[in-house]
């Protein structure tokens, strides 16, 4: 009888540290900004790393696809967040990028770090809308100008939820862009330094002098690419309900 109670105590706690099959590995998001505060001018970093973002601009409080979501107006609403090694990626890092967005112009950065201003501080990274408010791009500039950049043959801004992922493979030396689960474009990726490794700072919905209108929801930053099967989790679940973390931080969940 004892023999049987330690057994099931044993196997009752095994099923309580496992994680399901599709957890990401929290040592993987780098910052996830859930936007579920619902008031309030800072949007939080729920990844643990202290990434906390400054709402700058008045940006508005409304759903969002997984509870709430902040509402940019196109004209001078956008989120800044210091400078950090977890919001920069360094050589040989691969990473990947994810959102929804819901809006009719992506007129500045979707999310980027090294553009938020008029002077470009390289090497950077952007998930922007490549000249055209339609669409969506991911480039990247390394110190030497030397670019990588895709652009996205699916119109993102037609006032419906769209999840984006941009992913960067380091091994592959490949970028890609998916839109609603599907790979929509990729191209070569340039590996002789990292992104976003200067002290700028990240910045959601601005570049330059550019913002973007519409709502934006759930974003990730991930030090790894993104498998199919992982990117489909965080579209369909949602980055927090994916991950082996709490919005308290580095916890698990299970």
Not at 56 to 66: P, T
Not at 68 to 81: C, H, I, N, R, S
Not at 106 to 121: A, F, I, N
């Given at each position: ?9 044993g196997l009752f706690v095994t ?175 340039n590996t002789d330094e990292g ?40 579209m369909n679940e949602g980055i ?15």
């Amino acid at each position: 009888m004892t023999i049987m109670r330690l057994g099931l105590l044993g196997l009752f706690v095994t099923c309580l540290f496992v994680l399901p099959a599709n957890a990401l590995d929290d040592n993987n998001i780098m910052g996830m900004w859930l936007f579920n505060e619902g008031n309030g001018n800072t949007a939080e970093d729920s990844s643990g790393n202290g990434n906390d973002g400054k709402i700058n601009g008045g940006a508005k409080w409304v759903d969002g696809q997984f509870g709430k979501a902040l509402e940019f107006d196109g004209t001078d609403d956008w989120v800044e967040v210091q400078h950090s090694d977890t919001v920069a990626f360094k050589k040989g890092t691969s990473f990947s990028i994810t959102l929804h967005y819901k809006g009719s112009k992506v007129g500045g950065s979707l999310v980027g770090k090294g553009y938020e201003d008029t002077t470009q501080v390289k090497p950077w990274y952007l998930l922007w809308n490549g000249g055209q408010d339609l669409k969506v791009s991911l480039y990247l500039r390394t110190s030497a100008d030397i670019n990588s950049k895709i652009d996205s043959t699916v119109n993102v801004s037609d006032e419906k939820w769209h999840f984006i992922a941009a992913i960067a493979d380091a091994d592959a030396k490949k970028i890609s862009l998916w839109i609603d689960g599907k790979k929509d474009n990729e191209g070569p990726l340039n590996t002789d330094e990292g992104y976003g490794t200067s002290e700028s700072v990240f910045h959601i919905a601005r570049h330059f002098d550019r913002y973007t209108k519409g709502i934006i929801d759930d974003v990730g930053l991930f030090n790894i690419a993104l498998s199919e099967k992982e990117m489909n989790t965080v579209m369909n679940e949602g980055i927090e309900a994916a991950a082996s973390v709490d919005a308290a931080g580095k916890l698990t969940t299970t």
